[in-house]
């Protein structure tokens, strides 16, 4: 063998040899790159194609809820850059561990191309980037991303319009008036009650209980109730039923006010005390539903 020739240990037979392109001892080839081992999550051509369908889903029950419950426009704003980073975050993530974007080497740039088109561009980048799927040996999602994209932009016009209009939000005073606990009106003694007012009531069944009248829920839940009629010195007429009930454990005075309709039609909801105490509308609720199912 030639003084000059440079040799190497090989790693089959550890014999030196020539670093040529198998072992002239064992016929082991050599200089050949390793395999690549599996990337970061060892789960070569990770699909990740139903997490991009279903972020977008997701984020248009988000938008509706937005939409109804806050209507705010600052809130849709963010919901959407949070849908298109989280899935621009979701394509990049999926090309770097798809073995087939390392075939030319390193595939950050392809990473961020397609993290700024999708993040940036989302109506366009979105389904484009499902349908490069299919060069990365993963499945062509773009029919479904194309359905998606329809349902979210839908959604999206759909939570803009409710946000614009204002649809199912309570005038402002009907939010002040429900968040302040109401007090009890006073009668005025110049005013002369309707005694029929009483009798409307006792008989009528509530939203919630229409299983039992207001007079069998207020038997089965005050102890020795009285009903009185009034009437406000501005001609508002109303009812009230007081009682003993039970609250936190001891003893104590309710008192349940209905104000009666103009036209003696029927009555609406005004105040609930304890002890002389305003209770809010949802305290009221609560009692109400307890007194339903005593």
């Keep these: 063998m030639a003084q000059n020739a440079i040799e190497q240990a090989c790693p089959a037979c550890g014999k030196p040899t020539p670093k040529v392109s198998h072992c002239t001892h064992c016929g082991t080839f050599l200089n050949t790159p390793a395999p690549r081992k599996p990337l970061s999550s060892e789960m070569p051509g990770a699909d990740y194609g139903i997490f991009l369908l279903a972020i977008p889903l997701i984020a248009i029950v988000g938008l509706l809820i ?98 614009v209009t204002g649809y199912g939000k309570l005038p402002p005073q009907t939010i002040a008036q429900e968040q302040k606990n109401q007090m009890l009106f006073t009668a005025d003694p110049h005013w002369i009650p309707d005694p029929d007012d009483i009798q409307v009531v006792k008989t009528a069944h509530l939203d919630n209980c229409a299983g039992k009248t207001v007079e069998q829920e207020v038997n089965g839940f005050f102890a020795s109730p009285q009903w009185q009629a009034g009437a406000t010195s501005n001609g508002r007429d109303f009812v009230n039923v007081n009682g003993i009930v039970t609250y936190q454990g001891k003893p104590v005075t309710a008192i349940f006010q209905f104000e009666m309709f103009k036209d003696k039609s029927g009555f609406k909801y005004h105040a609930f005390t304890i002890n002389g105490v305003p209770q809010s509308i949802y305290v009221a609720a609560f009692t109400l539903a307890q007194m339903c199912a005593g």
Excluded: C
């Design 66 to 163: 937005v939409a109804l419950a806050a209507h705010s426009f600052p809130g849709l704003v963010w919901l959407l850059a949070l849908t298109a980073v989280i899935t621009a975050g979701f394509a990049a993530g999926e090309i770097f561990q798809s073995p087939s974007a390392w075939d030319s080497g390193s595939p950050l740039k392809s990473m961020f191309t397609w993290l700024g088109l999708v993040a940036i561009v989302w109506p366009l980048g979105y389904p484009a980037y499902l349908r490069e799927r299919r060069r990365l040996k993963l499945g062509n999602w773009l029919l479904g991303a194309l359905i998606v994209e329809a349902l979210f932009i839908t959604g999206t016009i759909l939570a803009a319009v409710i946000t």
